[in-house]
């Protein structure tokens, strides 16, 4: 398995990274626990939990099927936002990021946390508060390096100005919503974090199975997120499957599958470390981690793909 740096500052981690959301919900420990090892054995090292998944559960499944191997582990985690209904008063956000890494750190059983991500924005505190809180954590040794997830171009810029003007740590990677049929965030979004010299941690490669190519329009396995979840069942769009089948095409065409082209697509992107991908089991795990391996998409392939 390939790694990359995330950033210029952040940690090593593998080119495919496990998402461990569906810990504790769509599967039980004893699951998690084999698509870790998998995913161990074949080299991955990212794994990208958070406290609210599973209100902490993910973090104790994940830390129980670490156990003696977490050295070989690169942990990801996220502290919750402030309850919405809490008015904000200063200090509340420093306080709930204090308290979330110890709940973070007795959960996953471990002394430090590789990267340790601001889940939102807070839509009320300065973003001066939370770095502050964060460099607290750093030097006390409970986080090696911060990141943030679902921030805007704008929210970027203005932590990296603050970071840089208190000499606080600087948010080392941004992880976003990114894959072929979702590119919402590539006009504002990506091109500040890479000014930034940050990583860009895609998530939802395969925007909830649709770039697999195992779903076809009206017929979708029984059981599947697109027959259960609204959300899901609006991307099964006419216009997607046409899509769809169109980078189907274009990846056989070279001797690839759509698969393939989801993850090596994202990894041919400029600032892009990790991508990270859920798995409920082994073998999930093996296809993704080879399908991030096997097709390193030339120029010529970028300038030839399908337009949506």
Known sequence: MQTRRLGTAGPEVSTVGIGCNNFGSRIDGARAAEVVRAALEIGITHFDTAESYGAGESERILGKALASRR???????????RPAGEPYRPGALRRRILEGCDGSLERLGTDHIDLYYQHRPDPEAPVEEALEALAELVVAGKVAHIACS???????EEAARVAAGRGFPAFTASQIHWNLLFRDEEDAHIPAV??????????FPLESGLLTGKYRPDDYPAGSRLTKAPHFADLATEDNFTYIEALRLFAEERGHSLLDLAFGWLLAQRGVGSVIAGATSAQQVVQNAQAGQVWALSEADLNDLPRK
Do not use: C, H, L, W
């Open 194 to 203: 890479r000014r930034q010299g940050m990583g860009i941690v895609p998530y």
């Open 150 to 156: 679902n921030f805007s171009a704008t929210q970027i």
């Open 71 to 81: 050295d070989e582990a690169v942990i990801a985690t996220k502290f919750a936002p």
